[in-house]
C-alpha cells in the first residue's frame, strides 16, 4: 500500500513539474508573487491490477460540491487544509468589534472618520488580530 501512494504522490509531483514554467512564465508576466495567488487541482488517477497508477486527466477547477457523506468529509478535509495553507485565517467578528473598541478606548481623541479616509481609522488595521486557523468542525 505505501508503494502505490509513493508512486502515486510521484505521478502527481511529476504532473506538477511539467507545468511549472507556464505557471511562473505567467506569473511573471502579470507580475505576481508565488504567495499571491493558489489553485486546487484536481487528479483524476486510475489504478491497475497492479496498483500502479496511471494519470487520466488534472482538472483545473474541480467540482467540490459533496455528493455523499464521505464525499463532504473528504471535501471539507480538503478545504481546511487548502485555507490554513494559504494563509488564510478564520475571521471572529464578534473579538474583531471587542479589538477595535479597546482600541477606541486607549487612544485619547479617537473619534469615527468616515469620509476623510485617514488617520486613526487606518492606525487601526494594523493592530487588528485574527482569530487563528480554520479547524474542521
Known amino acids: 500500500m505505501d508503494l502505490m501512494w509513493s508512486r502515486t504522490y510521484d505521478v502527481i509531483l511529476k504532473t506538477l513539474s511539467c507545468g511549472d514554467s507556464y505557471v511562473l512564465q505567467a506569473m511573471k508576466k502579470n507580475g505576481m508573487h508565488r504567495s499571491n495567488c493558489f489553485e486546487v487541482f484536481g487528479f483524476d488517477i486510475l489504478l491497475d491490477s497492479d496498483l500502479k497508477p496511471w494519470l487520466i486527466e488534472v482538472n483545473l477547477s474541480p467540482s467540490l460540491s459533496p455528493d455523499s457523506p464521505l464525499d463532504m468529509t473528504i471535501k ?26 479597546k482600541y477606541r478606548a486607549k487612544v485619547p481623541g479617537f473619534h469615527s472618520n468616515i469620509g476623510t479616509g485617514a488617520g486613526k481609522a487606518k492606525q487601526y488595521l494594523n493592530h487588528s488580530s485574527l482569530a487563528g486557523s480554520i479547524v474542521n468542525q
Open 76 to 101: 471539507t478535509n480538503l478545504l481546511t487544509d487548502t485555507y490554513n495553507l494559504a494563509g488564510i485565517r478564520r475571521f471572529d467578528r464578534r473579538k474583531e468589534s471587542l479589538n477595535k473598541l
